[in-house]
């Protein structure tokens, strides 16, 4: 049983700034790659960042130089620092992580349940 839970989202300004953190917990021998991803009404989820276990990062262009991606190791946990808002990154914000498991060693990807983050003045 794994679960990602996350927290940090909210109401902000435009050119305000939000962390976002998710926490894997369960039966969970190491995590490989985490990421976040985003949906807004009526289109598809798309990705916003992510972070291979190394620290490796890849950004979808719309936040490059905005948004920064981390993960504590030590924690299981992945955050998402976002600076600069603008109204357009009102979404859903949702963790990804590709867990491998105890005791039957494979590799599954889970979801957070979503956060919701509004940029609006």
């Known amino acids: 049983q794994v679960e990602l839970v996350e927290s940090g989202g909210g109401l902000v300004q435009p050119g305000g700034s939000l962390r976002l953190s998710c926490a894997a917990s369960?039966?969970?021998?190491?995590?490989?790659?985490m990421g976040w991803y985003r949906q807004a009404p009526g289109k598809q989820r798309e990705l916003v960042a992510s972070i291979t276990s190394g620290g490796s990062t890849n950004y979808a262009d719309s936040v490059k130089g905005r948004f920064t991606i981390s993960r504590d190791n030590a924690k299981n946990t992945v955050y998402l620092q976002m600076n600069s808002l603008k109204p357009e990154d009102t979404c859903v914000y949702y963790c990804?992580?590709?867990?491998?498991?105890?005791?039957?060693?494979?590799?599954?990807?889970?979801w957070g349940q979503g956060t919701q983050v509004t940029v609006s003045s």
């Open positions: 369960g039966s969970i021998v190491t995590i490989n790659d």
């Open positions: 990804n992580a590709q867990i491998v498991l105890r005791y039957s060693y494979s590799t599954r990807v889970y």
